[in-house]
């Protein structure tokens, strides 16, 4: 019984913590890391959803996208998402090899990501811009659209499991 | 950028940056809607540590960059703050944001490194926001056009 009691404590947060922590850490610090590198060489703070505006400056003509910082900023904009992608390819294919792919709904990611390109964009900014560099630098601007953004996500993913959606 | 002749270390500082940013957002789970679901719903609140963590770290080198050093080596630009002004737009936009996110389970850099480790089906979330960026960006450059062409035919009017 005394035994049990003593292990209370450590089973809830085993329940908070289903898969551990270690991932979850080491993943949140090398995307600081990540981050940092780009701002110490260039003083660049770099926000990975600006790309879907600037890149779509290659094929429209539309002034939104052809704006002198976006025309300016894709080409490393570019870089730095191929750099994101390829690093992601590095962990999918020599460090934790194997084909996983998500069992989340086509019409989610389609209507979800619409949603968040939009939103991103007249927000101005999204996880990384605002929620790690914004963050980090104790900008309020970011503060408020970070606790707007994950309000209205617990809200929308609560709902949607309630609706009996799954996955 | 306040040169025009760029140092040919830019983009592969850049790019290698971003390497390690994909490596991470790989490893964290992010790049997994499923994991991000599971912590929106409560289940499993390891993404703390992934913004977390990274907001740490990247404030630190904010403050070490900021308070003691001067220039960034490759591009000679001052290191400076991000100063984003606050609107309406802040919160409306990450309103719609946190939406998409909470349907989705997915936000743009988790979704380039959800595609390059080898989850195609997050085609769909990519294409969704180049989708929804191009329709702020028709919408909002339309309406300027609009604003901009009625004050060239009434000069007077305020708007």
Redesign the interface.
């Known amino acids: 019984m005394q035994v049990t009691a003593e292990l209370t404590p450590l089973l809830a947060v085993a329940d908070l913590f289903p898969r551990g922590v270690l991932p979850y850490a080491i993943g949140g610090l090398l995307v600081g890391l990540g981050a940092s590198i780009i701002y110490l060489s260039t003083g660049v703070i770099a926000g990975a959803s600006t790309f879907l505006e600037s890149t779509l400056s290659y094929v429209s003509d539309i002034d939104r996208f052809n704006r002198f910082t976006y025309l300016q900023s894709r080409g490393w904009r570019f870089a730095f998402t191929a750099g994101i992608v390829s690093g992601a390819a590095v962990w999918g294919l020599v460090l934790d090899p194997g084909i996983w792919t998500t069992e989340v709904q086509w019409w989610r990611l389609l209507g979800g990501g619409f949603l968040v390109g939009i939103g991103t964009r007249l927000g101005k900014g999204c996880t990384s811009g605002h929620g790690v560099c914004g963050v980090g630098s104790l900008s309020n601007t970011s503060i408020v659209n970070v606790a707007t953004f994950m309000a209205f996500a617990i809200g929308t993913a609560q709902v949607v499991a309630a609706l009996g959606v799954s996955p | 950028?306040s040169t025009t002749e760029r140092s040919p270390?830019?983009?592969p500082?850049?790019?290698?940056?971003?390497?390690?940013?994909?490596?991470?957002?790989?490893?964290?789970?992010?790049?997994?809607?499923?994991?991000v679901?599971d912590f929106?719903?409560?289940?499993?609140?390891?993404?703390?540590?992934?913004?977390?963590?990274?907001?740490?770290?990247?404030?630190i080198?904010?403050f070490v960059?900021t308070t003691f050093?001067d220039?960034?080596?490759?591009?000679g630009?001052?290191?400076?703050?991000?100063?984003?002004?606050?609107d309406r737009?802040?919160?409306?936009?990450?309103?719609?944001?946190?939406?998409?996110?909470?349907?989705?389970?997915?936000?743009?850099?988790?979704?380039?490194?959800?595609?390059?480790?080898?989850?195609?089906?997050?085609l769909?979330?990519?294409?969704?926001?180049?989708?929804?960026?191009?329709?702020?960006?028709?919408w909002?450059?339309s309406r300027?056009?609009d604003s901009a062409s009625q004050s060239a035919e009434r000069p007077s009017s305020q708007d």
């Open positions: 950028m270390l830019f983009l500082a850049i790019y290698l940056g971003g390497l390690v940013f994909g490596l991470g957002l790989a490893i964290s789970g992010m790049a997994r809607p499923e994991v679901l929106l719903q409560f289940q499993d609140f390891g993404l703390l540590f992934v913004m977390g963590g990274a907001a740490v770290v990247t404030g080198t904010f960059a050093l220039r960034a080596p490759i591009t630009d001052e290191y400076k703050r991000r100063v984003k002004s606050f737009n802040v919160v409306i936009g990450g309103s719609i944001f946190g939406v998409g996110w909470g349907l989705s389970g997915i936000c743009p850099g988790a979704a380039y490194a959800s595609f390059g480790v080898g989850n195609y089906p997050i769909w979330a990519i294409a969704g926001m180049f989708l929804g960026a191009y329709a702020q960006g028709y909002r450059s300027a056009d």
